[in-house]
């Protein structure tokens, strides 16, 4: 099993890409060893590399946070803990963990904001969304009000030095180009 790696633009995070579906649908994130123990043996396993701090599942990738450590020294153990976990056959998400994470229950806005939401949540599917994955993390809609659009930053993004500046000069230009009654983007 031959298992890429790709920096992302958060230093702190390295997407791997075991060239198998990681994540058949939805998304997975796992920020700490209680969350991945209850959820995922492949996050458990990952956690418990010292200087693991986060874990991020998408369709085809694992990214990866560390602490301050270089990535010389935890790059060798995390391929080895993805390759063992793969070649043990054991699932990525345990029982409990099965069901896509969604934040759609959670998710707020007024009723009458429905069509611009819907339009909000379409934009962010085919032009955001992929674009983000690329960087081994994700941004899904929490709410609108007020003409702010409340989105959750997931995997490399969460963090990241460059998010600021992607939600800014790039979710929210978009955004306000075709919604215009989108004034402003923030990360929850």
């Known amino acids: 099993m031959f298992i890429q790696t790709e920096a992302t633009p958060n230093p702190a995070t390295l997407k791997f890409l075991p060239g198998k579906v990681v994540m058949e649908n939805g998304t ?12 995922s043996p492949l996050a458990a396993r990952l956690f418990s590399i010292p200087g693991v701090t986060g874990v991020y599942f998408g369709y085809d990738f694992i990214t990866v946070s560390k602490e301050a450590q270089e990535w010389q020294h935890l790059k060798p153990a995390i391929l080895g803990s993805i390759m063992e976990h793969f070649m043990s056959g054991q699932p990525i998400m345990s029982g409990a963990g099965r069901a896509e994470q969604t934040d759609e229950e959670d998710e707020f806005f007024d009723e009458g904001d429905e069509a611009i939401v819907a339009t909000i949540k379409e934009l962010l599917e085919t032009r955001v969304r992929p674009a983000v994955a690329q960087d081994g993390g994700d941004i899904t809609f929490r709410g609108f009000k007020d003409g702010t659009v409340f989105l959750n930053m997931k995997g490399a993004c969460s963090g990241c030095p ?23 983007v923030e990360s929850v």
């Not at 994130?29 to 969350?35: A, G, N, Q, T, V």
């Not at 460059?162 to 402003?184: I, M, W």
């Open 162 to 184: 460059s998010s600021t500046a992607t939600l800014r000069h790039g979710v929210q230009n978009l955004l306000r180009h075709f919604v215009p009654e989108v004034e402003a």
């Open 28 to 39: 997975a994130e796992f920020r700490s060893e209680e969350e991945a123990l209850a959820g």
